[in-house]
């Protein structure tokens, strides 16, 4: 019965110690073609306009956005910085869950020291599974899921193996739409009592933003861009509600009267994202509003931010040539 026993014993142990060698070679031979795969520069990876802050000179971004489409549609960050000289920048991609939220800031993080983080607050409601935060999360060390397809583009550089993010984005994130079709806002921000349940899943991550944000020595600050389609009072009272709890600022620019959206004017999709009118009357309250904070500097005169400048005077001309575009 001894021998038996010993022999199963064995048997198993061999076994197990087969499958421990299978799967560290499987994962050896994923983690080195990821490193293959993946992009030798920003300018190459997914979302390149989000991943843009990437390039940017160590410690030179005052304020890291992060949010859905609504971000990059509402913030335009050359526009702050010609007011006040604050350099922001979007991180925002396409129904940008809050997984993806906390990977642009772990990432931002390393090189940045920004004094405030804005959540654009209509991800706080966008549902993800376990198994997409689990592959967000391991997108650093087998990133062949992400780039799969790039192996038409493989080169000689790409083993190498080493990343160089020296992609700067001109608009610093911002996608500007000067298209413009009104929007029905007869039952907008209708006042209620009730609210919309955020899943605790969710309410995980936006506490795991804030608490990262607080060891960076960052204010995270929520903010509801203006969006007859995706946002209500419902919607509002969650937030509000959650802001509390976590004793954190939130500015509804729904309910500013500050911010005066016209809504026949100030969005180019009926009322789902705003358009460049609309956006420029967003920034320059939020541009105001984070300037009498009194925590950020006027980088306007500081040769160090040269670039910068440079990047607006761009803007502006873009600006003026779609706004001549428009008069003929």
Not at 101 to 124: G, H, I, M
Not at 126 to 155: C, E, G, M, N, P
Not at 259 to 268: G, L, R
Request: glycine share 4%; hydrophobic share 35%; net charge positive.
């Amino acid at each position: 019965m001894r021998y038996f026993s010993e022999r199963f014993n064995k048997r198993t142990f061999l076994n197990l110690s087969k499958t421990i060698v299978f799967v560290l070679v499987i994962a050896i031979l994923f983690f080195g073609f990821s490193q293959l795969f993946m992009p030798k520069t920003n300018k190459d990876m997914r979302d390149k306009s989000a991943n843009g802050f990437l390039g940017e000179p160590e410690n030179t971004i005052d304020i890291l956005i992060v949010g859905d489409s609504e971000s990059y549609s509402s913030f335009i960050p050359l526009q702050m910085w010609n007011e006040y000289g604050i350099t922001s920048y979007v991180c925002g991609t396409p129904s940008q869950t809050l997984d993806y939220s906390l990977d642009f800031l772990r990432k931002a993080f390393v090189k940045q020291k920004p004094k405030f983080v804005v959540l654009e607050t209509n991800a706080v409601f966008r549902a993800f599974s376990v198994k997409t935060a689990i592959l967000t999360r391991a997108d650093q060390w087998f990133s062949i899921y992400r780039y799969h397809d790039r192996w038409k583009k493989i080169s000689l550089r790409d083993f190498h193996f080493k990343v160089e993010n020296n992609y700067i984005e001109n608009d610093k994130g911002y996608r500007m739409g000067t298209e413009t079709d009104a929007a029905d806002f007869s039952n907008y921000m209708k006042p209620t009592k009730e609210k919309i349940n955020i899943h605790k899943k969710n309410k995980a991550y936006v506490d795991k933003i804030a608490r990262l944000c607080s060891e960076n020595g960052a204010e995270l600050i929520f903010i509801s861009t203006p969006s007859t389609k995706n946002w209500n009072f419902k919607k509002h009272n969650a937030i509000a509600e959650l802001s509390r709890e976590m004793n954190l600022e939130y500015i509804d620019l729904n309910i500013k009267k500050e911010v005066p959206i016209d809504w026949s004017k100030d969005t180019k999709d009926k009322g789902d994202h705003l358009n460049y009118s609309g956006a420029v009357k967003v920034t320059g309250y939020l541009g105001a509003f984070f300037n009498q904070k009194g925590k950020l500097e006027d980088h306007r005169h500081d040769s160090n931010y040269a670039e910068w400048g440079k990047a607006y005077n761009h803007f502006q001309k873009t600006c003026e040539k779609i706004k001549k575009s428009k008069e003929k």
